[in-house]
């Protein structure tokens, strides 16, 4: 048991927006833009995610837990179908004054007399009452604004009336209202994915990898093997001739990266927060001097360069684990930082760490955990999100990529920090 412990720990705007259908499977649907103001308060009684800063060490295992819960509320609201007009979304950003929305919602309310369907309009007018209930109760828009899904869906010839309502982990950037057979989630399925963005490059001799890393998982973006003429064992003219093409061939491919990163990034350089260079050292050193970068793209460039043994994708996978130590505020540096605590405390024989599910599970159940570290496909993940809040545990949801998930696969997918 030890050994398999070891091998596993060094396996080393104001106005009026329409968006009532008139009958018909057909319906008018527009975004509206409405006037900024500036934030009026927190999130108050019917919360169904908190508030989310900016990713931090402290806020990671929060974050990953927030994700899967918005991830799985948006898979049921898009599972949902309904017909002609008989759901309604509304969106609304924290910028918006609550008193505007109410005003917006009673005038889209008056408005349902012009619709021509009974049906339609009865669904509509009974959406749009629900809501405006809901906004009377509340004293100011939540942080991150809110969203309302609220339906009629017919089954089995009776109606079943739903009525979501979900404060997300990140403002809500627009106003949106719009009716129609299903549910509007664009805004809340972008939310669900990390938002912080590091690229990794890796160069060698002609061959090229990028990656992007969002959050905790690694994306291969491209792939890409560069002509360049071999070393010669001739001497004299002949070798000074060879290098030369040689050393021409390579500042083509310099400048065929720099080309391809620019391609890549330029359009979306705000939301990179670092690139991270790769593959054979001295190469990349070369790449970083001789390449006519764009000033843009080279200031995102950090210090150091890391070794990579391959330029592909398993090299990607490697350099992953390094950037990770380089960049400390990302989601893959806390969960790595967390199973390495695990891992020690479970070596020295410390009584404050457990795994397994039945472990894990009872330990829960008697109020001693206080983190549970999870892989992501673990069938055991839905459960312990109903279950933990009510033990004051926190959740750490671990990617299945990244090498810490996997080391945690091996102790049964779930494991636990006690409190006692």
């Not at 800063?53 to 179908?81: C, D, F, P, W, Y």
């Not at 109760?137 to 969203?147: C, H, L, R, W």
């Not at 805004?187 to 990656?211: A, D, F, H, Y």
């Not at 990579?308 to 992953?320: I, N, P, Y």
Request: with cysteine; aromatic share 8%; charged share 30%.
């Amino acid at each position: 048991m030890i050994g398999a412990i070891l091998a596993a720990l060094f396996n080393v705007s104001p106005g009026h927006t329409r968006a009532v259908a008139d009958g018909g499977a057909s319906y008018d649907a527009r975004l509206k833009y409405m006037p900024p103001r500036p934030p009026t308060g927190s999130c108050r009684g019917f919360c169904f995610f908190g508030q989310q800063s900016v990713i931090t060490l402290g806020e990671a295992n929060r974050l990953s837990t927030k994700r899967h819960q918005l991830k799985k509320k948006v898979e049921e609201l898009k599972a949902l179908q309904g017909r002609h007009s008989s759901f309604t979304t509304l969106y609304i950003p924290p910028t918006k004054s609550l008193t505007d929305v109410i005003s917006f919602v009673r005038t889209e309310l008056a408005g349902t007399d012009n619709i021509k369907s009974k049906t339609n309009r009865k669904n509509v007018a009974d959406n749009l009452t629900a809501i405006l209930s809901e906004l009377t109760k509340m004293k100011q828009i939540p942080e991150n604004g809110v969203a309302f899904f609220f339906g009629i869906q017919e089954e089995g010839g009776s109606n079943k009336t739903i009525r979501e309502i979900v404060v997300p982990p990140t403002p809500i950037s627009q106003f949106l209202y719009i009716c129609g057979r299903e549910f509007v989630t664009d805004e809340l399925e972008e939310m669900t994915k990390p938002k912080s963005l590091v690229v990794i490059v890796l160069i060698e001799g002609g061959k090229l990898v990028v990656g992007y890393l969002r959050g905790k998982h690694i994306e291969l973006v491209r792939e890409e093997d560069f002509y360049i003429i071999g070393k010669t064992r001739a001497g004299g003219q002949s070798a000074r001739r060879y290098q030369r093409i040689r050393d021409e061939k390579m500042q083509e491919f310099f400048k065929h990266v720099a080309k391809v990163l620019a391609e890549l990034l330029l359009d979306n350089i705000d939301n990179v927060d670092a690139i991270v260079l790769g593959g054979n050292t001295i190469r990349a050193q070369e790449f970083l001097e001789k390449s006519d970068l764009d000033y843009r793209i080279r200031e995102k460039i950090v210090d150091r360069i890391i070794p990579v043994s391959v330029v592909d994708e398993t090299g990607l996978l490697q350099a992953m684990k390094e950037a990770s130590r380089i960049l400390k505020e990302t989601e893959i540096y806390a969960e790595r930082l967390a199973w390495e605590k695990f891992m020690e405390s479970l070596l020295r024989g410390e009584k404050t760490v457990t795994y397994g599910e039945k472990e894990v599970m009872q330990a829960l159940r008697e109020g001693r955990v206080e983190t549970v570290m999870i892989v992501e496909d673990s069938p055991l993940l839905d459960q312990l999100v109903e279950e933990v809040d009510n033990y004051g545990t926190e959740l750490m949801v671990f990617s299945s990529q990244t090498e810490s998930g996997a080391q945690l696969k091996s102790f049964g997918g779930v494991a636990a920090r006690l409190r006692w």
